[in-house]
């Protein structure tokens, strides 16, 4: 639930190994840091590792983050 222009640090993932394993592929791994680029309505954007990625709500709340910036 962090705002847009925020800057996130992914601490764990609490899915199930599939998930657990495309969200990797995506580059969303533990310790990488995430900008918020739109989190209001629909999926949330979120730029990591130079790629704007998409994600639903329902995946979203699997990613535990602390905020950095």
Known sequence: MAPP???VR??????????????????????VEVR????DVGPLLLHVRGVTIAL???VASKI???KIA
């Open 10 to 31: 992914v601490v764990r993932v609490y899915a199930g190994r599939g998930l657990t394993q495309r969200l990797m592929e995506l580059g969303l791994t533990n310790g």
């Open 64 to 66: 535990l983050v602390e």
């Open 36 to 39: 918020v680029l739109k989190n």
């Open 5 to 7: 222009g925020s800057v």
């Open 56 to 58: 639903g709500r329902g």
